[in-house]
């Protein structure tokens, strides 16, 4: 039996390269993980190298400290996917309507149902504790979702597509059904005995029917006919089916 020749130096270089460019992207994982499980003030950097396969001192040649590295993983996770969301609003063919439900669809699959939607439980448990975590945490990530939902809002009032509102509330509409399912799945769910019968997609699509209920501008009634005493029909048209399709 031949003897496999041993690795070349070149091949070990390599692949030590590939290992070291991999890095960043397996500590990110390992904190989002251990955040996720145990909070902000409890994960403690040891743990997040351990769960990585390096060393403490390698995990600080990446991010200087604990603060640092929560950082990059709300900016991995969240924060760095508003410039692409922004983007796609420009060149959204549809009605606000559509926008709406792509949006809440976009949401859940990317952010609501992977472990990145418990930073929003861990920041509303812990912000007080942490100042300088929750400034960072509302200039990068609670700013910029409200200024996206509210320049939804604003495009179908300007399309004449929703009501007048005021939209300094009406954002905190849009982001109830998020917020609300981001807490049931991380604390709620283990709470409550009959939680897992709630079918988020099923929740997602009862509040988009209910908010563009709210929103959306309805034709005036034909008056009415027949007996004395009917009153027209106050029911409005059903919103516009899901259709997304966007410029070339």
Request: aromatic letters at 10%; proline letters at 8%.
């Amino acid at each position: 039996m031949t003897t496999p020749p041993p690795p070349s130096s070149a091949t070990t270089s390599t692949k030590r390269e590939r290992r070291k460019e991999a890095r960043p992207g397996e500590l990110l994982e390992a904190a989002l993980d251990l955040f996720v499980e145990k909070g902000f003030a409890a994960t403690r950097v040891d743990e997040v190298a351990a769960r990585a396969g390096v060393s403490k001192g390698t995990l600080f040649l990446y991010f200087p400290s604990k603060e640092e590295l929560f950082k990059a993983v709300v900016r991995e996770n969240i924060a760095g996917r508003f410039a692409e969301w922004n983007s796609e609003l420009e060149t959204f063919v549809g009605t606000t309507s559509e926008v709406l439900r792509y949006c809440y669809q976009i949401w859940w699959e990317r952010i609501g149902c992977t472990k990145a939607s418990g930073i929003t439980k861990l920041m509303l448990s812990e912000a007080q504790n942490f100042p300088e975590i929750a400034q960072f945490y509302q200039h990068e990530v609670i700013l910029p979702g409200q200024a996206l939902i509210r320049r939804i809002l604003e495009r179908g009032i300007a399309r004449g597509e929703f009501r007048p509102v005021n939209l300094d509330y009406a954002v905190y509409l849009v982001l109830a059904p998020m917020i609300f399912l981001m807490m049931w799945k991380h604390s709620v769910g283990a709470c409550v005995p009959d939680a897992q019968e709630l079918t988020p997609e099923q929740y997602i699509e009862t509040q988009i029917d209910n908010i563009l209920h709210g929103l959306c501008v309805r034709s005036e009634a034909p008056a009415a006919s027949g007996a004395a005493g009917t009153l027209p029909s106050d029911k409005p048209s059903p919103p516009p089916s899901f259709t997304r399709s966007r410029t070339p």
